[in-house]
Structures are given as C-alpha cells and as structure tokens.
C-alpha cells in the first residue's frame, strides 16, 4: 500500500518577532517494511534547510529566519510504500529478560521525563505480568491492560502530565496511552520506546481503515518492546492491536520530548495560534520488494 502524507504546520503570530530557529522531525523513517519513496519540506519565509540525524536516528529538518516575519508556515510532503511490520515469531522465556539484555537497552529501560512510575503503576503492572508465558505475552498484556484502563479523551491531558495522574484519571490520548504502556514495561524490566508517527484511520482511538482514499488525522504515537533474540517489536496500545502497515513510522526515543515534531524557540511576544494538519491519502498498489526484517 502506498501512503500520501502532507504535514502541515502555521505559527500566526500576533506581533511581529524575529530569530526564529526550529527543528522539524516529520520525515517517514526507512524501514526494510517502509520505503521512502519521496520527502520535501517547504518553510515560508523561505530558508535554507540543514538537515541531520539526531542521537536516536531520526531525520532532523534545522532551518532558521532572521529576520522579521509574522507567519511561519511549514509543510513537509511524503510517499512512503508499506509492507507488513514483522513480529516474533516465537515465544521467548522471561528469563531472557536478564540485567545483561537491560544494561544492552540502558536508555530504554530507566525512567525518562514523562516515564515515570510508581508503586501504582508498578503493582499494576505487576498484575499483568502474573502468569504471563513470555517476553512476548508479557508485553501484549501490557498493551491490552493499558488499553483497557484508559479512555481516549481528546483535552484530558496535556504534555507533562505523568503517568500516574493519567492513570489515576483513566483517560489519555495515544501519547498518554504509551508513555503509561512503556512505564509498565520498564518497571517488569521490559526495555520499551516511545514512537511517533502516522496512522491512516480516521478515528485514532479504534483504528478502523478508512473507506475514504483521503483522511485528516492527527499525529500517532505507539510503542516498541524488545524482545531478546528478535528485535524490536511495535504495538499500539491506543488501539491494542499491532503496527501494521497503515502505521508509518517517524522516530523513535524515550518518550514523547525525543521525537516532538516540531520544536523551536523566537524572539518577540508569546502570544501566537497554532494550526496543524495531517492529511493521508491511500494508493492501493502491490509493495513489490518491501519485505519484513529488523531494525
């Protein structure tokens, strides 16, 4: 299946305000399972782009504008062909779990700003994992049980908003749903990683596929565990159900602050609107030569 996806983002500004510097972070990752097959991003005003990748691998798009402007406006354009994610294929022992495997996955296994735990989410998780016959049961259950306790509520959180109040509250949007899965995770040992990307459903909380060619969504997160002798495996426990191929992936890293799509800093004053749309657009054709793998 190929994906179409425009990335639209415009800062209005109630002032005029110059030295504006940001770093864009919307560009499909390549996977053995995603071809990239185009990518362009315009800035208005007009700027040279500098681009690079970060510490976790992603595509980072640096521009800056010195001088003085009232409106930025970027739009980043993508094709991406997609293949079918690969998942383990066999069951792993829990045992393989061990200090060794975590010390391997250090960044993903400590607490990060917005992965942070208590003993709440610790003896929920806990409860989870009772019984489990894996790596790989233990993990689907994290994602079922997280999926489960929460409801998705658009406007019930807010970036910043721990685990533990998210929890407590039983509502969350797809971020709030994989920052609490990853804290579970982490808490049993479990290395896991925050990602962000895009997802062709029209409604983000039960991720049925659309029947229109062309929707409006927002940006998705999910989460991958890593499970010893297979990788890394992705889950979505928004919609408690695997990444497939209408999931498309952007970057990954601890948490939500490692892979924020648009961050950047100006000088002027505060005040501004913000407007962004995502908008996807399906092409069903064969995805000749996008296999599975690992990364």
């Known amino acids: 299946m190929r994906l179409e996806i425009r990335y639209v983002t ?6 005029t305000v110059r030295e504006s510097h ?4 919307a560009c499909p990752a390549e996977l053995p399972w995603q071809r990239l097959l185009r990518y362009d991003v315009a800035v ?5 782009i500098h681009t690079f990748t970060d510490h976790w691998g992603t595509r980072v798009d640096a521009f800056g504008i010195r001088h003085d402007h009232d409106l930025l406006r970027v739009v980043a354009d993508a094709t991406v062909e997609m293949g079918d994610w690969p998942g383990p294929p066999d069951e792993v022992p829990l045992e393989a779990l061990d200090p060794a495997f ?4 250090a960044p993903f296994v400590h607490p990060s700003a917005h992965t942070q735990w208590d003993l709440t989410i610790a003896e929920a998780a806990r409860d989870l994992a009772a019984g489990a016959g894996g790596a790989v049961d233990l993990a689907g259950r994290v994602m079922t049980g997280v999926h489960q306790t929460l409801d998705y509520v658009p406007g019930a959180t807010y970036v910043g908003v721990s685990p533990g109040e998210v929890f407590a509250a039983g509502q969350g949007v797809c971020q709030d749903y994989a920052h609490l899965a990853i804290a579970m995770c982490r808490s049993l040992g479990m290395p896991a990683r925050y990602v962000s990307g895009y997802f062709h459903a029209a409604d983000q909380s039960v991720g049925l596929e659309p029947e229109e060619a062309e929707i409006e969504v927002q940006t998705h997160a999910w989460v991958e565990v890593a499970i010893p002798g297979f990788g890394w495996w992705a889950l979505d426990p928004t919609n408690d159900q695997t990444v497939g191929s209408r ?6 890293g601890r948490d939500y602050d490692d892979t924020l799509p648009l961050r950047g800093v100006f000088h002027g004053p505060p005040e501004h609107d913000l407007g962004v749309k995502v908008l996807m657009t399906r092409d069903r054709l064969a995805a000749a030569g996008v296999g599975g793998g690992q990364q």
Do not use: Q
């Not at 415009?10 to 002032?15: K, V």
């Open 22 to 25: 940001n770093e864009l972070r």
């Open 44 to 48: 208005e005003p007009a700027c040279r």
């Open 102 to 105: 975590s010390r391997r996955h």
């Open 10 to 15: 415009e800062f209005d500004y109630h002032a």
């Open 247 to 252: 999931h498309v992936k952007i970057g990954h």
